[in-house]
């Protein structure tokens, strides 16, 4: 049965409708104080529940919700228990950059751990790398050729280039345009002078062509809008962004509109206005 967080209502519904099976929603109250009171209405006892809750923003309620319902689905006899966090949070503090900081991914992977998931699936998780700090089985789903897919068959695009907002996310882009049929880059800094950085595609030129920029994450837009500033500079035709996780803080979808992107696609890992792909397919052929 798919026990669907208040974090992810439609994506486990579809999940529920792809399986053909039972979704169950918990009853959530909250007591006076703010503490947050869950009950799972229904027989677990021997059942093999898939627990789904995205872990966007507000990301420290949402990751208690997850280990109330995961720690609970355990104690009430289920039989096996699959997390399924299609955004994980923290996922880009997963180092320390500077001495004394935390190392958040880590520490969030252990509270997970700590109440005893059988295994954990989630989607383009920010660095590959940082899954070595799981010890149960984990499965890194990717949602970009769903993108691809999408934003080939959907948009009218004329001599199409998908490009990666950093050396990261070429990989991502590259997956999205075996799907479109355009070629792939990503944008580097160069530094001209010592005090001048600019920043470009690594190979391409963009001029006269749409342009998909593609990230794992839009969450300020800093990131995206930059890229826009200098692909319309270039003479870019449409820009369009696509991401998997709409995180956009704020008025962020509104930033990237009038900066000039055209259009924003996004899949609900996040459940936002503009969560257009669903990943239910890609998770229910993961748990099948
Ligand atoms: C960073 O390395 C990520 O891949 C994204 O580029 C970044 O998190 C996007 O954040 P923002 O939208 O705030 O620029």
């Given at each position: 049965m798919i026990l669907g967080g208040p974090a992810s209502p439609k994506l486990s519904k579809r999940l529920s409708l792809e399986l053909h099976t039972f979704l169950l929603t918990p009853e959530i109250k909250r007591f006076p104080d703010g503490e947050i009171y869950i009950r799972?209405?229904?027989?677990?006892?021997g059942k093999e529940v898939v627990v789904v809750q995205s872990l966007g923003p507000p990301q420290n309620e949402n990751l208690m919700v997850l280990l109330l319902m995961l720690d609970a689905a355990r104690d009430l006899g289920a039989k096996k228990v699959v997390c399924v966090t299609p955004y994980f949070c923290?996922?880009?503090?997963?180092?320390?950059?500077?001495?004394?900081?935390?190392?958040s991914m880590k520490t969030i992977v252990k509270l997970i751990e700590e109440v005893a998931p059988d295994e954990l699936i989630t989607i383009d998780?920010?660095?590959?790398?940082?899954?070595?700090?799981?010890s149960i089985p984990v499965k890194n789903l990717t949602a970009m050729p769903l993108l691809g897919k999408f934003i080939g068959s959907r948009l009218r695009l004329k001599n199409p280039v998908v490009i990666g907002g950093d050396q990261g996310s070429e990989e991502r882009a590259k997956k999205v345009a075996e799907e479109i049929g355009g070629g792939h880059d990503y944008l580097v800094k160069r530094?001209?002078?010592?005090?001048k950085v600019t920043v470009e595609?690594?190979?391409?030129?963009?001029?006269g062509r749409d342009v998909i920029i593609v990230d794992d994450i839009i969450s300020t837009g800093g990131t995206v809008i930059k890229a826009v500033k200098v692909l319309s500079r270039q003479g870019a035709r449409n820009i369009y962004a696509a991401c998997?996780?709409?995180?956009?803080?704020?008025?962020t979808l509104e930033k990237l509109r009038k900066a000039g992107t055209r259009k924003v696609i996004a899949t609900d890992t996040i459940e936002r206005?503009?969560?257009?792909?669903?990943v239910a397919p890609l998770i229910a052929q993961a748990l099948r």
């Open positions: 799972l209405p229904g027989e677990l006892k923290y996922a880009r503090q997963d180092k320390r950059f500077k001495p004394g900081e935390a190392i998780i920010h660095e590959d790398s940082s899954l070595r700090y799981f530094r001209i002078t010592p005090t595609p690594k190979k391409i030129d963009a001029k998997t996780h709409p995180v956009l803080v704020g008025k206005e503009v969560s257009l792909v669903s």
